[in-house]
């Protein structure tokens, strides 16, 4: 089956699907993007992540490229013509293209692709099973990570770092030495006394939409979350660890910089978080569950 991408108004051969070479997405990371997870040929949370999308394009005043509806359109026909039952939606909004100039080009219609591509999220399920590394590096990001932007050398930096350790995600630290979150996804620990704690929303991370949909559900078990920075100091006396994002659902960290967290061992509660969102991003996929909504900062 050949693969097709949504470029500007085309379903295009994924082989020739092409930007133009003054894209500002290409020069100046000026864009951003949504991951989106597919399950059983629909999108999970897929009100939550537009919601987000248009506020991050209304952040750094870039058009938005159509209607809500009609990007709904774009996606689902996208998902159809590759076929993906079980996978993820790419998307990513630009300023357009123009020539290179710093200042907002004017008349410019914004660029929008949209990529789907199949992903095992059995083998995901594997992976959660048997927990994950993590390392910490220093959060060399800007001062809005809220925005989900394409800049993302500084994740792409940190999570070849935890690559090269033979970790799974690098846990990001701020100027305080707290942890922001992952370089891909948000970071949980689960203390002592079993309250869950994950960084506040500020500018300092992204508002994860599989974070929102977490913290519904372990507010239904009755679980108390705080939510403010933790130390890695803190990560290593918690009884366990997890990150949560659209393509990990939840994934257990096990170690942190080679030390273990708690016995070593994938955690109870991340375990059964990952059991109850499975069901629930299944059954939100499926329409009988409304979208987990976007938490603004
Ligand atoms: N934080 C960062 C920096 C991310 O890049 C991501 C996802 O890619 C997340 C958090 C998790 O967000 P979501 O749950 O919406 O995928």
């Known amino acids: ?126 992976h959660a099973a048997k927990g994950a590394a993590a390392i910490t590096a220093p959060d060399l990001r800007w001062a809005r990570c809220d925005i989900k932007s394409v800049g993302l050398l500084p994740a792409a930096l940190a999570k070849q770092a935890a690559k090269e350790a033979g970790a799974y995600e690098a846990w990001l630290l701020d100027e305080n030495g707290l942890v922001t979150e992952g370089s891909s996804s948000n970071a949980w620990i689960v203390t002592r006394d079993g309250v869950l704690v994950t960084r506040q ?38 009884r366990e660890a997890f990150v949560t994002s659209t393509t990990s659902f939840v994934m257990p960290i096990t170690s942190l910089d080679g030390r273990p967290i708690g016995n070593g061992a994938p955690g109870l509660l991340a375990g059964k978080l990952r059991v109850l969102y499975e069901a629930y991003a299944g059954h939100q996929a499926a329409g009988t569950l409304p979208s987990a909504p976007y938490l603004a900062p």
């Open 201 to 238: 929303l500020d500018n300092a991370i992204l508002s994860g939409i599989t974070r929102s949909a977490i913290m519904a559900l372990a507010r239904s078990e009755g679980l108390a979350i705080e939510q403010r920075g933790f130390t890695p100091q803190e990560a290593f006396e918690a």
């Open 1 to 126: 089956m050949s693969r097709v991408a949504y470029v500007n108004g085309r379903y295009t051969p994924y082989r020739d699907a092409t930007v133009h070479v003054e894209d500002r997405g290409f020069q100046f990371a000026d864009g951003v993007y949504e991951v989106i997870a597919i399950i059983d040929g629909r999108l999970v949370d897929e009100e939550g992540h537009l919601v987000r999308l248009e506020r991050n394009l209304d952040e750094l005043r870039i058009a938005h490229p159509m209607s809500r509806a009609a990007l709904r359109v774009v996606f689902a026909e996208t998902i159809r013509r590759n076929r993906v039952r079980y996978g993820s939606l790419y998307v990513q909004v630009t300023r357009g293209a123009a020539r290179r100039e710093f200042p907002f080009p004017q008349g410019v219609r914004p660029t929008l692709v949209a990529i789907a591509r199949m992903l095992d999220w059995d083998k995901v399920a594997k």
